[in-house]
């Protein structure tokens, strides 16, 4: 097996030269963390750090090397040796330096996105075990019988280079194999160049992008699946990738003490974390999908937002209102049904039904108003289900949504090939919406079985700006921390005059935003969501 740490070129140049000088990577990383909305999501809250969860982190090696250079050296990350476990080919250790592996600057960089205490996103996790990528891949994830590593989340900064089509597949089907069987998400780089690669490519893990730099991009060689799921800032895969696995892990951990209600089990099952993941996450300028195609090919569901995800998490679990089956390939119209599902944001984990003859929806209905009048919402709403183990297809299921009132078709998502579907709807009028979850039935290779576990995560909002004079040239500016993502933008005049970014300070309070203007210049403001 051949890893390469994508594809880095000159690349390996800038690495080690932060290796160098490694409080000035550090200090770029403690900046991300309020990009992707780890700084307000800890100003809000109190120790979401990961505590209580294990994770994983896989590490290829350039070329053979005895022994094997993959390990993280713990004194750099803050965190105590006995945290960290290595496993080789050679053996495995639970001290360092140890005789399995050699120290890695490469290792030590993930590491000090992942979980480090300076600059990490999961500063207090339980336990890591550091692995070598080969051995990972062929004694642990594709290995008969396999053997639980009791780790919730791994992360793999590495791809697998000169990949056949039917290599990538049989690689795929052992990742999701091993993570539906035993609930672990896995976290894997896309590479920097070209198509997406395996182990990016797996139907049940996340694959990961950059955001403001160029990685490789979708679809899948195989089939045309949108990979990858989501993007993060850092300047290359390698370094995106555990942004997103220390997001998954604050957000297992906040599952699993109830910040999402009293089912932890299901407020932290890899499903779950994913689609929160991918729902909280912000669209950048030119993200775009289709009726067939979930998630942009470069950005995925969007760049990484921990706090957007957090709080479609503490929005609750909320059931469908109702379920109804339709003869298969039937149209599938609002049921009329009076109830409605009690919040605009949250989540939920259930299955779907179908069978041989019918398909199966269920049916959330969402009464979408605002105090204001003229008021216009945006809604994004994430589907996730797992390839099931030992399958070589997955089941059909798509998202619609529909105007309740009217029965007219607003939006969907109805991907035949992906295993996640994906609704980002903007300018949505207030009204009765019926969300819907509809899971295909008939006997072709996409009915896998009647029943499929799902996951998913929605949100409606709009934005509310208020401004309040506080004398002839200072006025205070308020909207809600949530959902995050928004600059303030200003300008003297309009029409005729181009906004600018605002460079007032915001200070949170009271699930406010609050910034102190000037208007002496600038007479006119907005938000504005990149």
Same mark, same amino acid.
């Given at each position: 097996?051949?890893?390469?740490?994508?594809?880095?070129?000159?690349?390996?140049?800038?690495?080690?030269?932060?290796?160098?000088?490694?409080?000035?990577?550090?200090?770029?990383?403690?900046?991300?963390?309020?990009?992707?909305?780890?700084?307000?999501?800890?100003?809000?809250?109190?120790?979401?750090?990961?505590?209580?969860?294990?994770?994983?982190?896989?590490?290829?090696?350039?070329?053979?090397?005895?022994?094997?250079?993959?390990?993280?050296?713990?004194?750099?990350?803050?965190?105590?040796?006995?945290?960290?476990?290595?496993?080789?080919?050679?053996?495995?250790?639970?001290?360092?330096?140890?005789?399995?592996?050699?120290?890695?600057?490469?290792?030590?960089?993930?590491?000090?996105?992942?979980?480090?205490?300076?600059?990490?996103?999961?500063?207090?996790?339980?336990?890591?075990?550091?692995?070598?990528?080969?051995?990972?891949?062929?004694?642990?994830?594709?290995?008969?019988?396999?053997?639980?590593?009791?780790?919730?989340?791994?992360?793999?900064?590495?791809?697998?280079?000169?990949?056949?089509?039917?290599?990538?597949?049989?690689?795929?089907?052992?990742?999701?194999?091993?993570?539906?069987?035993?609930?672990?998400?896995f976290v894997s780089g896309a590479g920097n160049v070209g198509?997406?690669?395996?182990?990016?490519?797996?139907?049940?893990?996340?694959?990961?992008?950059?955001?403001?730099?160029?990685?490789?991009?979708?679809?899948?060689?195989?089939?045309?699946?949108?990979?990858?799921?989501?993007?993060?800032?850092?300047?290359? #895969? !390698?370094?995106?990738?555990?942004? =997103?696995?220390? +997001?998954?892990?604050? *957000? /297992?951990?906040?599952?699993?003490?109830?910040?999402?209600?009293?089912?932890?089990?299901?407020?932290?099952?890899?499903?779950?974390?994913?689609?929160?993941?991918?729902?909280?996450?912000?669209?950048?300028?030119?993200?775009?999908?289709?009726?067939?195609?979930?998630?942009?090919?470069?950005?995925?569901?969007?760049?990484?937002?921990?706090?957007?995800?957090?709080?479609?998490?503490?929005?609750?679990?909320?059931?469908?209102?109702?379920?109804?089956?339709?003869?298969?390939?039937?149209?599938?119209?609002?049921?009329?049904?009076?109830?409605?599902?009690?919040?605009?944001?949250?989540?939920?984990?259930?299955?779907?039904?179908?069978?041989?003859?019918?398909?199966?929806?269920?049916?959330?209905?969402?009464?979408? #108003? !605002?105090?204001?009048?003229?008021? =216009?919402?945006? +809604?994004?709403?994430? *589907? /996730?289900?797992?390839?099931?183990?030992?399958?070589?297809?997955?089941?059909?299921?798509?998202?619609?949504?529909?105007?309740?009132?009217?029965?007219?078709?607003?939006?969907?998502?109805?991907?035949?090939?992906?295993?996640?579907?994906?609704?980002?709807?903007?300018?949505?009028?207030?009204?009765?919406?019926?969300l819907q979850v509809l899971k295909h039935g008939g006997t072709?290779?996409?009915?896998?079985?009647?029943?499929?576990?799902?996951?998913?995560?929605?949100?409606?909002?709009?934005?509310?700006?208020?401004?309040?004079?506080?004398?002839?040239?200072?006025?205070?500016?308020?909207?809600?921390?949530?959902?995050?993502?928004?600059?303030?933008?200003?300008?003297?005049?309009?029409?005729?005059?181009?906004?600018?970014?605002?460079?007032?300070?915001?200070? =949170?309070?009271?699930?406010?935003?609050?910034?102190?203007?000037?208007?002496?210049?600038?007479?006119?403001?907005?938000?504005?969501?990149?």
């Open positions: 097996m051949v890893f390469d740490l994508h594809r880095w070129s000159s690349g390996v140049l800038v690495a080690f030269v932060c290796i160098a000088i490694r409080p000035i990577c550090t200090t770029a990383w403690a900046a991300d963390l309020n990009v992707i909305g780890v700084n307000l999501l800890r100003t809000v809250t109190t120790n979401l750090n990961g505590s209580g969860v294990r994770v994983a982190q896989a590490e290829g090696v350039v070329a053979t090397n005895l022994p094997p250079v993959f390990e993280v050296n713990p004194a750099p990350t803050g965190l105590p040796a006995s945290l960290f476990t290595y496993f080789s080919a050679d053996g495995s250790s639970s001290t360092y330096p140890n005789s399995v592996g050699s120290n890695s600057w490469h290792a030590d960089l993930v590491a000090g996105v992942y979980y480090d205490v300076s600059s990490g996103v999961a500063t207090n996790v339980a336990h890591i075990d550091n692995y070598e990528a080969d051995y990972f891949y062929s004694s642990i994830v594709a290995s008969l019988p396999p053997h639980n590593i009791n780790d919730k989340v791994v992360n793999q900064s590495f791809i697998f280079t000169g990949q056949t089509v039917a290599q990538q597949q049989s690689m795929d089907s052992a990742y999701d194999n091993y993570s539906g069987r035993y609930n672990i998400l198509t997406v690669s395996a182990p990016a490519t797996s139907y049940n893990g996340i694959g990961v992008g950059v955001y403001g730099a160029p990685s490789s991009i979708g679809p899948t060689r195989d089939n045309g699946r949108a990979k990858p799921d989501i993007t993060a800032p850092e300047g290359y #895969t !390698s370094f995106s990738t555990p942004q =997103v696995a220390g +997001a998954a892990a604050v *957000l /297992v951990q906040a599952g699993l003490r109830g910040d999402g209600g009293s089912s932890t089990a299901a407020a932290a099952d890899m499903r779950t974390v994913k689609a929160l993941l991918l729902n909280g996450a912000i669209k950048p300028p030119g993200w775009t999908n289709g009726v067939f195609s979930p998630l942009d090919a470069t950005y995925g569901a969007g760049n990484l937002n921990l706090f957007n995800s957090y709080k479609q998490l503490t929005g609750g679990s909320h059931s469908y209102v109702v379920s109804n089956s339709v003869p298969a390939g039937n149209p599938h119209p609002p049921t009329g049904a009076s109830g409605s599902v009690s919040t605009l944001s949250g989540w939920d984990m259930n299955t779907a039904a179908s069978t041989a003859l019918s398909d199966g929806v269920n049916h959330y209905y969402f009464n979408v #108003t !605002s105090s204001i009048p003229d008021a =216009v919402f945006t +809604a994004t709403v994430t *589907l /996730v289900w797992n390839r099931q183990q030992s399958m070589l297809n997955i089941n059909d299921l798509d998202l619609f949504l529909y105007n309740a009132n009217s029965g007219g078709l607003v939006d969907s998502s109805t991907s035949p090939v992906d295993n996640v579907e994906h609704l980002f709807v903007t300018s949505l009028p207030q009204g009765r919406y019926d072709g290779s996409q009915f896998v079985s009647p029943n499929e576990t799902y996951s998913l995560s929605f949100e409606f909002f709009s934005m509310a700006l208020e401004i309040s004079p506080s004398d002839p040239d200072i006025a205070v500016i308020t909207w809600p921390i949530y959902p995050a993502g928004f600059v303030l933008e200003s300008t003297p005049d309009l029409p005729a005059v181009p906004w600018s970014v605002d460079p007032s300070v915001s200070i =949170v309070t009271n699930g406010m935003n609050h910034v102190t203007v000037s208007t002496l210049n600038n007479r006119f403001f907005r938000l504005r969501r990149p």
